[in-house]
């Protein structure tokens, strides 16, 4: 057993495919999605009361956007380190051996294939949006899109984390989970 205390936000599930040196980037990610969240919610409330009351702040529709595509990219990196998005993991579950590998790696390199057209795309619409304006803040579009490319290369990391961590330790997991798992089936 380590005698490192365990982190409440990093999930322990699947630690045989993530490397503890990426753990601080996890939680920090977690606790930015918290903050979009908060954000997203509070400013679309005071928007709402704000408009009710007679006195809209127009302005808070923006910092809104804002808020909801931060959360949603930084979300995406989050969920592919803790492998809970764009994996078909209910089919491979159910597989092993060599053909559980290469159904794990073909769904992974799928991944990196999205993570990349993050990076390239998301980089061109950063580039092209400090020519457009969000009106009536006159905030360049590019600020919405930086967490595009952003996301893409930590998409990217992860899933490179987990093919050299599932070749080199298979996919399948450490025996208490794979234990877990047939206990569960069994039921």
């Given at each position: 057993m380590s005698d490192e205390k365990p982190n409440p936000i990093v999930l322990e599930t699947r630690r045989h495919l993530k490397w503890r040196s990426f753990d601080v980037v996890e939680r920090a990610m977690m606790v930015l999605c918290g903050v979009c969240l908060l954000g997203f919610t509070s400013t679309v409330l005071l928007d709402v009361i704000t408009r009710e009351i007679g006195a809209p702040w127009l302005w808070l529709q923006q910092v809104t956007t804002a808020f909801f595509i931060y959360g949603i990219f930084i979300g995406a990196g989050v969920a592919t380190r803790r492998a809970d998005h764009l994996y078909l993991t209910a089919i491979t579950e159910k597989m092993h051996g060599?053909?559980?590998?290469?159904?794990?790696?073909?769904?992974?390199?799928?991944?990196?294939?999205?993570?990349?057209c993050f990076v390239y795309y998301g980089?061109?619409?950063?580039?092209?949006?400090?020519?457009?304006?969000?009106m009536p803040s006159m905030v360049p579009l590019s600020y919405y899109y930086a967490v595009i490319p952003l996301s893409g290369i930590m998409i990217a990391l992860f899933t490179i984390?987990?093919?050299?961590?599932?070749?080199?330790?298979?996919?399948?997991?450490?025996?208490?989970?794979?234990?877990?798992?047939?206990?569960?089936?069994?039921?």
């Open positions: 060599r053909t559980r590998v290469a159904v794990e790696i073909f769904n992974r390199l799928a991944v990196l294939v999205a993570a990349f980089s061109i619409n950063v580039v092209q949006g400090w020519g457009n304006y969000r984390e987990q093919i050299v961590n599932g070749l080199r330790n298979g996919f399948e997991g450490a025996p208490d989970e794979v234990q877990e798992q047939a206990s569960v089936a069994d039921l």
